[in-house]
């Protein structure tokens, strides 16, 4: 099989693979496959497979993270980071303190910049189920379509630095955690109410602010270690 264009030239240039050379193969649903670099020709990488894995590098919880969106190169940086550390969904939300407006055309661009991020994050760090970015939504859409779940079936947090909770005094949840995390500015007071009626849980994460960047990354790690694979 042809292997995608950016993938083939991914593993010619920069990772220097020749004809005979081991690779692994997936194609984003599960498992994996142990292959060979069989041609080298104008641009095309051709691959033999040889045979499925059935391996698995998935986390035991279902983590979704809500994401307000962010400048720069945070908010790749929280995605790429995210999936790495075993994060199942990511939705990217638009809230009143996003300073990145997105929409038409752009938003679209950015999303499929985000999917490839994903995608090269599940590459680089073993996971065979690629992880789904979808498009950015306002805050109230996504509450109104996402959040459907009854409340007890799964733990919703928010993080907040004024919060009393923190994460050591919740149980462990039933099947899933949803986790929201706000904009450089954090959620407004309007959007902070919101979530709390759709029984997101206030959490504090210690004693020090941290930045959009680094909340959603520690309380995945955190979980890791407190109900993961950690």
Request: with cysteine; charged share 25%.
């Amino acid at each position: 099989m042809d292997l995608p264009t950016e993938t083939g030239n991914h593993a010619v240039r920069s990772l220097r693979l020749g004809v005979g050379d081991p690779v692994v193969l997936f194609d984003g649903h599960g498992g994996e496959y142990k292959a060979s670099i069989s041609r080298i020709q104008r641009g095309t990488v051709t691959a033999k497979t040889e045979s499925f894995v059935d391996r698995s590098a998935e986390a035991p919880l279902e983590l979704v993270l809500a994401q307000g969106l962010s400048s720069g190169e945070r908010m790749d940086f929280t995605i790429q980071k995210a999936v790495e550390l075993g994060v199942t969904a990511v939705h990217p939300i638009a809230t009143e303190r996003s300073v990145m407006k997105l929409s038409g055309e752009r938003a679209m661009r950015k999303t499929r910049h985000w999917r490839k991020l994903a995608i090269a994050a599940c590459e680089q760090c073993g996971r065979n189920q690629l992880v789904p970015v979808f498009e950015p939504v306002r805050f109230d859409v996504w509450l109104n379509q996402q959040i459907r779940t009854p409340a007890g079936e799964e733990l919703r947090m928010l993080f907040s630095p004024e919060a009393d909770a923190r994460l050591d005094g919740f149980p462990a949840p039933a099947t899933r955690i949803i986790l929201l995390a706000g904009p450089e500015g954090g959620l407004s007071a309007s959007e902070n109410d919101a979530a709390r009626r759709w029984n997101f849980e206030p959490v504090r994460l210690g004693p020090r602010i941290l930045r959009t960047e680094t909340a959603a990354l520690a309380a995945l790690a955190a979980i890791q270690l407190r109900w993961g694979d950690f």
